[in-house]
């Protein structure tokens, strides 16, 4: 249930008990209309992103911290893996799905951006928590260049408080993270691969 719905249905009872009551109607406004005010200041504050993720900034150097990618996910191939492998490279972690429109649109331009920088050091990692043969399939079929994983535990979902897809992580080699993008991006503009080309240049 929304908070519009639940403010509304709460404003209903307040004001049928007051009316109930005998108190005045300016009255009942005085009372209800903070109420409405604080739903709305809720409302409009939106999802909670956890502590250690950022939304819409490159982060400088001081003000990155450390980005949790622990956990078990499952390669194409069927075999457990983690993203410890990418320790010490500059990670491209891209959270998608096979059904997601905004996702499928955005897959070209990431295969561009990793064509033109994984031989210079860039990993790049889509990671879907769809079952196996569905994200093997598409895939394929896509001729992905880049890695691809599931996700069975949902793990990263859970552990960011991702509810919308694509969400996109950049972590530098520290293991910091530098930027996070939620939905569709156009990753092979002049300004993400230059931002790219900085994070592959630092020591």
Known sequence: MSWWILAFLLVGVLWYA???SGVAPKLILLLVVPFLLVILLISLKGPNLRPNVSQGSWLKSEERSAIDLSGQFTGLDGRRVSLSSYSGSVLFLNVW??????????MPSMADLYRDFSGKGLSMVAV???DLATVRQYAAAQRLPFTVMTDPDNV????????????TFIVDKKGQLVYQHVGSNDWNTSTVRSRIQDLLNDE
């Open 18 to 20: 007051f009316r109930k």
């Open 97 to 106: 799905a096979t059904w997601c429109g905004p996702c499928r649109q955005e």
């Open 128 to 130: 879907s928590n769809e």
């Open 156 to 167: 990263l979902s859970e552990r960011f408080g991702i509810n919308g897809i694509p969400t």
